[in-house]
């Protein structure tokens, strides 16, 4: 059973916007901290956002001014606004959660659900 369903993804021009979400199990998503990491072929999976109970975010310098991460608890489901999008941003996105230790860092071993991915590609 998919726990962590996603979707949202797609082929955009650089410039564009996207919303991806991610649909979690109660259980799942009960959890402290959620997060949106990517990962572009040949290159190491990184953490783009994440998001604790509280609303607390934390971002990675290259998507801040330009991503905006937000859960809506009634809907048990996470998103990922992503504005002016660049070609650099092409990758495989995937939601994640985990629990919270102090705070929620961006680091991929922190989390232990993860989403299917969806593909995002941004031509120029």
């Known amino acids: 059973q998919v726990q962590l369903a996603q979707s949202g993804g797609g082929s955009v021009q650089a410039g564009d916007s996207l919303r991806l979400s991610c649909v979690a199990s109660?259980?799942?998503?009960?959890?402290?901290?959620m997060g949106w990491f990517r990962q572009a072929p040949g290159k190491e999976r990184e953490g783009v956002a994440v998001i604790d109970s509280d609303g607390y975010t934390n971002y990675a310098g290259s998507a801040k001014g330009r991503f905006t991460i937000s859960r809506d608890n009634a809907k048990n489901t996470l998103y990922l606004q992503m504005s002016s999008l660049k070609p650099e941003d092409t990758a495989m996105y995937y939601c994640?959660?985990?629990?919270?230790?102090?705070?929620?860092?961006?680091?991929?071993?922190?989390?232990?659900?993860w989403g299917q991915g969806t593909q995002v590609t941004v031509s120029s």
């Open positions: 994640a959660a985990g629990p919270e230790w102090l705070g929620c860092r961006r680091r991929i071993d922190e989390y232990k659900d």
């Open positions: 109660e259980s799942i998503y009960k959890t402290d901290c």
